[in-house]
């Protein structure tokens, strides 16, 4: 989760990760263009300027061990329109992937997450274009899977997340969208089946809120559970 926190400037990305497993987490922050992770003990271990120092969208970030080694890569990618690729790197900074999952004309944002299924690790990505409404799968190789239609016509842009909601086999796929402007919750299996469905929060006649979807386990009982962030109004 990225917060905000008194000792840094406001508009910076703070996120606290134990990218390796360990006893420290590390600390990433984002801001003006600049991407940087230092270790628990202030040791820097990357500084990168993923799109320049001089863009200016939105982007968000998101961990995820690829490869089953313990140790979680980082992808970067514009959550708003744009042109610029999803870009993956390793805790020191090396790139290992520039990556368009919906081909090199594609000039939305995207919404990502890893999620587990069994012993296959998969790659969950939604198209923010404005029109899209379905949840894509890949490989952890990038290689693509299936997909499915999380929402009907009249939605707004489709975010994701995996999480393991009941704490057995295999994660769920969440999605958040705003739904005739109600923030609309649905989880699904990997076959696309869903699940439940639930408004998350009522807001004001006629406004239309961003709204976004994570998963933790809050009160530590080995379940995931849903947490919705939301820019705009609601009660």
């Given amino acids: 989760f990225f917060t905000f926190e008194e000792k840094f400037n406001g508009g910076e990305l703070i996120g606290h990760i134990n990218i390796d497993e360990n006893e420290q987490e590390e600390l990433l922050r984002y ?39 313990g140790i979680k890569e980082i992808f970067v990618f514009p959550s708003e329109s744009s042109n610029k690729p999803i870009k993956v790197y390793n805790r020191f900074g090396v790139l290992l992937k520039e990556w368009r999952p919906f081909g090199a004309d594609y000039r939305g944002g995207y919404s990502l997450d890893l999620g587990n299924f069994g012993e296959n690790k998969r790659i969950i990505v939604s198209a923010k274009d404005g029109r899209s409404k379905f949840v894509q799968f890949f490989t952890n190789k990038f290689e693509p899977l299936n997909r499915f239609d999380a929402y009907s016509a009249g939605a707004d842009n489709v975010e994701v ?60 009982d080995g379940k995931e559970d849903i947490v919705i962030t939301t820019e705009g109004a609601g009660f």
């Fill in 161 to 220: 997340a995996a999480g393991n909601l009941d704490g057995v086999g295999a994660d769920e796929i969440i999605t958040a969208s705003i739904v005739n402007s109600n923030p609309i919750i649905k989880t699904f299996n990997i076959r696309g089946e869903q699940r439940t469905r639930f408004k998350a929060f009522s807001t004001l006649l006629g406004f239309r809120p961003k709204v976004g979807v994570k998963t933790t386990d809050v009160n530590f």
């Fill in 31 to 69: 801001r003006q263009g600049k991407l940087t992770l230092r270790r628990g003990d202030g040791m820097l271990y990357m500084r990168e300027f993923p799109y320049s120092v001089n863009y200016q969208k939105q982007i968000d970030i998101e961990f995820g061990d690829l490869n089953g080694d």
